[in-house]
């Protein structure tokens, strides 16, 4: 049974970094075709893709964010981590890792974990 | 600015069926995939591929394409399929992941 879960803070001030954590179970993330990868999305709003992670460590990053993100994995620990510097309240959002195979889609989610960024 | 477009909100009659599409150049060229959200829940695929189905994804849910636009069509919509259905692609370099802004379906 594969699984995701999001950890990390809740609550972040303006101009700090978040860092998350996603912990999968059921899978490696040294299989081929295999990612992880991050979405978010804001209260009452769409997703948005944020970056990705693949089996052989190469990473793509959503070209608006790119500057601000970085995402690493340590199959040793079956985490990925995902941080995001200079937050902003506008970053307020519920943050999921996602399960990539590769049939090229998200085929598993994590329950996700709201981050509200305020002072 | 979303490479994918929805329209915001749907709604159909108990056991009708339903079409929700999906539009962008990139469909052309990568398979849509799409995803179900229902209140307060995680986004759940629904479709991938060639019209594909994740296991456990009933028969109802089927796909199709036509140029630069993609569809979920629901056959015999039930209750439990009121939600959010987000479409997500590739955009059009290949390189990214895209999803459209999503469309709200409402089963009356």
């Known amino acids: 049974q594969i699984t995701l879960k999001e950890s990390g803070p809740t609550l972040v001030k303006p101009t700090q970094t978040l860092t998350l954590t996603c912990t999968i179970s059921?899978?490696?993330?040294?299989?081929?075709?295999?990612?992880v990868g991050w979405i978010r999305q804001p209260p009452g709003k769409a997703l948005e893709w944020l970056a990705l992670i693949y089996w052989n460590d190469d990473q793509r990053y959503s070209p608006s964010l790119k500057t601000r993100l970085t995402i690493t994995k340590d199959p040793s620990k079956n985490q990925v981590v995902l941080t995001m510097t200079y937050m902003d309240p506008v970053d307020t959002a519920t943050y999921y890792c996602a399960y990539r195979t590769d049939n090229d889609a998200f085929e598993m989610w994590g329950q996700g974990t709201l981050v509200t960024v305020s002072s | 600015s979303s490479e994918l477009t929805q329209d915001p909100a749907l709604s159909v009659a108990l056991g009708q069926t339903l079409r929700i599409t999906c539009q962008g150049d990139s469909l052309r060229n990568y398979y849509t995939y799409w995803y179900q959200q229902r209140p307060g829940q995680a986004p759940a695929l629904v479709l991938f591929g060639n019209n594909n189905r994740p296991s456990g994804v009933p028969d109802r849910f089927s796909g199709s394409r036509s140029g630069d636009t993609t569809s979920l069509t629901i056959t015999g919509a039930q209750a439990e399929d009121e939600a959010d259905y987000y479409c997500g692609s590739r955009d059009s370099s290949g390189y990214f992941y895209v999803f459209g802004p999503g469309t709200t379906v409402t089963i009356l």
């Open positions: 059921g899978f490696s993330l040294n299989t081929n075709g295999v990612g």
